[in-house]
């Protein structure tokens, strides 16, 4: 599930280069391209969004490879307003935060038990002599 997720990610990070999907919602525009997502609030970019089609091909493009950024109204110079707030995520922001527990989940169901020897995994219940039969490790 974990995994699934993370490689879902993973493809729509290293493919968002290549096109950009643009849902608009009431008040709310959101974009997922240019290596990341992106909300833009109400403005000119929200009315321009509606006539660009759902899916469109970019040339070019990049990863995204900058932080996460919340940002206020915004005008275009000598322009109209482009929106009344925009939230930038890169995607690879958003890789880790969905990557991270899937692999401390694996490295937790990974480790020795306590009860266990910690060098080979022996089960030391009732052991009283210190020393795993196993492998002769110090506990
Ligand atoms: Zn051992």
Known sequence: MGAA???ATA?????STQWKYVWVGPGVSI??????LTAYG?????QQDKSTPRISR????FLGLTWPSICGEMWILDGPKAADWQVWMPLWVLL???????VLAF????RIPTGHCQHCGYD???NTTGICPECGERI
């Open 5 to 7: 997720m993370s490689l």
């Open 11 to 15: 493809l729509a990070w290293g493919t």
């Open 31 to 36: 974009v997922l391209g240019y290596g990341g």
């Open 42 to 46: 109400d403005g000119y970019y929200h």
């Open 58 to 61: 970019l040339h070019g493009g």
């Open 96 to 102: 880790i935060v969905i990557t991270a527990p899937t």
């Open 107 to 110: 490295w937790r169901g990974k």
């Open 124 to 126: 030391l219940t009732a």
